[in-house]
């Protein structure tokens, strides 16, 4: 059972060891780009194990979400805008459990799946105690979208950058926060910014000011996709912090069969097989999708014996799918998670 200290004060416990989740590593190794991170001052008693490094927040269309981790732990609270209705602590922060369990899929049991893994490749039992900790988020389907439109030829600095800016552009802020009360010094008030809805990204003069703010080509991608999600499935919300339309649609594709669910996700502009798969893994339940890049194919090559492409081969849409079903052949019907972890490999 884990323990109050100064640093969890006003949070509330969900008792998770580190081996169900690595805040540290799922929340900034590139699945997830709204996430501010704060870094702990420790009073002089000196950083340890049960003492928590960061606070991670990110904000949802009412509320803005607060954890921390311990060993034993995550730490969570949230806060909602002065305008809300008045709404019940206990009531507040249920809510607030629920989304971080779907969020983070803990449903799922990752320490059993690690040695599932493990049992049947020797190449995962070889390094799953270096990477642990490590599961697939469930993320909102039309932000993980645009997120991985904007991931095409980029980095995670820029991406973040990128996804950012659309809320901080296109979507009034929520709430502004100080940054913890036991944060380093230095740090500033935040403004917290939900993601924005399809039918405000559709609007054509969002590809030119998206241009202006660096996105390059993938201004018009996102622009032209919010607008063929409106056209073809409904535009603004009418109540208060509900999904519109089109955004419903894409919660639809979970459950459609995963064949199917590309084949809708590639209609839309900007987006081919592995930033469909990525949405595909990444926000619609389809566990078993290995989205191939150059190097998940170096890492099939040299690990699982693939056979066939040259040391530096096209990604043809061919040995997409021989790279995709290798790995699924040896992980099984969470290969796309035990992906996460052999990336490093």
């Known amino acids: 059972m884990a323990s109050t200290t100064p640093f969890t004060i006003g949070f509330r416990m969900l008792p998770l060891p ?124 039309f932000e993980c979208l645009l997120s991985f439109i904007c991931s095409s030829n980029n980095n995670i600095k820029r991406i973040t950058k990128m996804v950012r800016s659309l809320g901080t552009e296109y979507s009034p802020a929520l709430l502004s926060l100080p940054p913890p009360e036991d944060a380093v010094e230095g740090l500033e008030v935040e403004n917290y910014h939900p993601f924005p809805a ?33 056209d073809s499935h409904g535009g603004p919300k009418d109540t208060l912090h509900r999904p519109e339309p089109a955004e419903e649609w894409l919660h639809t594709l979970r459950q459609m069969a995963t064949e199917e669910a590309r084949a809708e996700l590639v209609k839309l502009m900007g987006v081919g097989r592995k930033v469909a798969d990525c949405v595909l893994l990444m926000s619609l339940d389809k566990r078993e999708v290995v989205p191939v890049d150059t190097h998940v194919h170096d890492i099939a090559k040299k690990h699982y014996g693939l056979s066939g492409g040259k040391a530096k081969a096209n990604m043809t849409p061919q040995l997409y799918d021989m790279v995709n079903s290798k790995l699924a052949g040896v992980w099984g019907a969470y290969a796309g998670w035990a992906h996460s972890v052999s990336r490093p490999a």
């Open 18 to 141: 580190l081996a169900q989740l690595s805040l540290a590593t799922v929340l900034q190794c590139g699945q997830s780009f709204r996430w501010s991170v704060f870094p702990l001052a420790t009073d002089g008693v000196g950083a340890g194990p049960d003492v928590p490094s960061n606070e991670y927040r990110f904000c949802l269309q009412d509320r803005v979400v607060c954890l921390r981790q311990t060993p034993d732990a995550v730490w969570y609270r949230s806060v909602l805008p002065p305008s809300s209705l008045p709404l019940d602590e206990d009531m507040q922060e249920a809510q607030t459990l629920a989304w971080i369990q779907d969020y983070f899929q803990l449903e799922v049991d990752l320490p059993k799946l690690y040695d599932e893994w493990s049992t049947r490749d020797p190449v995962f039992n070889s390094l799953r105690h270096r990477f642990s900790g490590i599961r697939i988020l469930r993320q909102d389907p």
């Open 198 to 230: 399809p039918s405000v990204l559709a609007a054509p003069e969002v590809a030119t000011n998206l241009r202006r703010l660096g996105f390059g080509y993938r201004a018009d991608f996102i622009q032209k996709t919010a607008k063929m999600l409106v």
